[in-house]
């Protein structure tokens, strides 16, 4: 139940972000000496329970971080170069490692994949949001569930936040870890980013990132549920072009995966600037044009009696050479083969022999950008985050304290940062976290 009596530290948000500043708050009163009565943390949250999107993240297996050093996880997990020196400070000062220490103490047991993913051994996700909740309870911090904060005033040093029932509860330093606006039946609808803008600060766009793509025509339902192993995708328009390497799964609306979910953020900016943009798949991404007709020049030789649709059905996806080496990501998918004999403009009875040179050319042309369609939509809700968020100008980077608003800390999805998949959205959610719960102890103390 909200009430008035002021709280040491407060902060709104009980995800990923929030429970880290919690955790590592209390870690750092404890070591300056400040008694736990008398220092009081305490979280306030919407929800009944804590974590909700860590529970759902991974598809309820959880990928909570990614291997590697600081180094390498901020090179390999963010978007932009401006997103990667905001997020230094922050994964040197709370690693991969140390996440990983964290839900140790409480008996997690976590597994990196050969991707460098990292999952809890029982592919448990609830395990992970469950473990936090333990852990605050050991540091005596205090939820208050059920609280949805719909105002923040600060005056005179202090803040004073308004609750959507009734009650206040005042503080002088105020973390804000409410997320970002994706998958908002999870509590985040954006509120943190009303109270960011109400108490000054700048906001970028939200846009989507880690999102589907729907596309205008959506694949043929012989399509839906095919997996292209390892393929190249492009999207592009007029003003510009992505790509990225990786699985594309065909889904009822258009294409996810996680090739796909990667490049929702440029399809959703080329989107924005000309209305509209294409997507196309390389299903030989290592072989360049010449070494691919190459090989199909080859098989007309050796295997003239071929039909064409039977060499597709038995061809290697995204072979590392030539065909006849190895297959790692399996055969091209028997549904898609109709659909590259149509694109070609092959008959489906037309064997090597009787193929004419505009043929191979043409079939050449869709195995390298095998037409996917036009992007109508990159669903902002349907994203694993939003991109989008307080300017990253306003945040000091080796505190996460607002530059705008002293006693003001902010970490986690409401600042304008997207990671990539792989655990990289998690662990920067902990990251600032904990240095916005460390820093604002800190400071309290100067
Ligand atoms: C389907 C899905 C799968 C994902 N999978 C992965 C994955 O496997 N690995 C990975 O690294 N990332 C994954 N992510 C992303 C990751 O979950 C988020 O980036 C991360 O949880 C963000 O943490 P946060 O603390 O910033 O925000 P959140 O975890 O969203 O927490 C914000 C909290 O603030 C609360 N809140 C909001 N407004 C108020 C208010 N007014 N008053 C009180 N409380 C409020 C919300 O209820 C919520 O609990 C996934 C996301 C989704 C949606």
Not at 65 to 85: C, I, N, S, V, Y
Not at 317 to 345: N, Q
Request: glycine residues 12%.
């Amino acid at each position: 139940m909200p009430n008035s009596s002021p709280v040491s530290l407060v902060i709104i948000g009980g995800g990923a972000s929030g429970m880290a500043a919690a955790i590592a708050a209390r870690e750092t009163a404890d070591s300056l000496g400040l008694k736990r009565g008398d220092f009081s943390i305490v979280i306030v949250e919407r929800n009944c329970r804590l974590g909700e999107k860590i529970r759902i993240s991974g598809g309820g297996k959880c990928n909570i971080t990614h291997e590697g050093t600081p180094a390498d996880l901020l090179r390999q997990g963010f978007f932009t170069k401006a997103e990667e020196r905001f997020l230094r400070s922050a994964l040197f000062s709370f690693t991969n490692s140390d996440t990983l220490e964290l839900l140790a103490r409480k008996g997690l047991e976590t597994r990196a994949r050969e991707d460098g993913k990292v999952f809890p051994v029982d592919g448990n996700g609830p395990a992970v949001a469950e473990a936090f909740g333990s852990l605050l309870d050991d540091f005596a911090v205090r939820v208050q569930f059920s609280s949805r904060v719909k105002k923040v005033f600060h005056r005179d040093g202090q803040f004073e936040l308004l609750f959507d029932t009734h009650g206040t509860l005042c503080s002088k330093h105020l973390v804000l870890a409410t997320g970002g606006v994706s998958w908002p039946q999870t509590g985040t609808t954006g509120d943190g980013l009303r109270i960011a803008r109400s108490l000054g600060h700048t906001l970028a766009a939200s846009s989507p990132a880690l999102a589907p793509l729907y596309l205008v025509r959506p694949p043929s339902p012989a399509l839906a549920g095919i997996s292209l192993r390892s393929v190249g995708l492009r999207v592009s328009s007029v003003s510009g072009e992505a790509s990225r390497r990786g699985d594309v799964l065909f889904t009822h609306k258009g294409l996810s995966g996680p090739a796909a979910l990667s490049l929702s953020r440029d399809a959703a900016l080329l989107l924005s600037h000309e209305g509209k943009c294409s997507v196309v798949a390389d299903l030989f991404p290592d072989l360049p044009v010449t070494a691919l007709e190459g090989e199909l020049l080859r098989q007309a030789k050796e295997k003239g009696a071929q039909m064409i649709r039977k060499f597709l059905q038995m061809c290697p996806i995204a072979p590392p050479g030539r065909f006849v080496d190895a297959a790692p990501h399996g055969t091209i998918p028997s549904a898609l083969v109709p659909f590259i004999m149509k694109h070609s403009g092959i008959e489906a009875d037309v064997a090597w022999s009787s193929l004419s040179k505009i043929g191979r050319k043409s079939l050449l042309r869709v195995l390298k950008n095998f037409p996917l369609g036009e992007v109508g939509r990159v669903p902002l809700e349907q994203g694993e985050v939003s991109a989008g968020g307080v300017v990253l100008r306003e945040v000091n980077p080796k505190t996460m304290e607002s530059r705008v608003v002293p006693g003001l800390y902010l970490c986690g999805e409401i600042l304008d940062y997207a990671g990539e998949i792989g655990g990289f959205n998690l662990q920067a959610a902990f990251s600032t976290g904990w240095l916005a719960g460390s820093s604002a102890v800190s400071q309290l103390q100067e």
